[in-house]
């Protein structure tokens, strides 16, 4: 009851769990993440099972398997099951938290041609403020006695005509050549740059290797995960004899609707892109899910299990 639990608690003879920010938690704290938690540090599992989905650190689409032991990371998800996690690491010494540091540092990394528009800059913003106030000097002086034509088409009129056409000419002169521009157009590009490939996970070591991409001709990806659309789907059926693929995808989908599997979403997926496949649903209150095995559930009264070899195995 929850009056026994409190007491447990006030007493110290069981559990107590209680959330707290991120900020406070310590090395050799331990956690509790519930299924569909964001893992928020670096640890191991030191009770329970669950499969984590890592896409967000390796790119791989399909979830891990972890168990006692096994090491989690932070910004990773617990699909599945309840995991008591020893932290190791939190906040800034995070795994995730370092790839964060390492585009900040890309971000900050100028490229070959940014330290020459820099340098081309320097110079070219005193040429043009010269530029400028020799303009200035000549609308405002002598420039209206030259061409007084100039007058007729000026919004200024009066004897502070020739000033305020002067301070026009200038700043005109200002506003076209846009000095700053030169100086921020590469460092815009890279930011953005590094910022785009961060966020479809592509990291980007700084401007200079940016500036130099448009010179390679070979591209190695060292792991097939890279090259895939970063979701799994089901290609063939496979069935044993005297078994029909649209009945056994139809009773597989049965029991995976209730999941939330990368795997399980891809087979109710094939499911209902089929027209031959019929929409089936689980027995009321049969569904059971073994966090990390698979799931079973009772379809038209028969028990139906999905997941791995050994889970499924179990029930022949």
Partial sequence: SAAASAAAAATGSGPYYRTVPTSVIQPKDWILVLPGDRIPVDGVVVRGQSQVDEAAINGEPIPRAKKAGDSVSAGTVNCDGAIMVEVVSSGEETQVAGIVRMVEAAQQREAPVQRLADQVSGKFVYGVMGISALTFTFWSTVGTKIFPSVLLTSVAAGSNAPLLLGIQMAASVLVVACPCALGLATPTAVLVGTSLGARHGLLIRGGDVLERTHTLDTVVFDKTGTLTVGRPVVKRVVVAEGLKEDDVLAMAAAVEKNCRHPLALAVTAAAA???????????EDSFRQEPGSGAFATVGG????VGTRAFVTGFA
């Fill in 273 to 283: 892109s089929s027209a031959t496949v019929r929409r089936l649903n689980v027995d």
């Fill in 302 to 305: 028969k028990v139906v299990a």
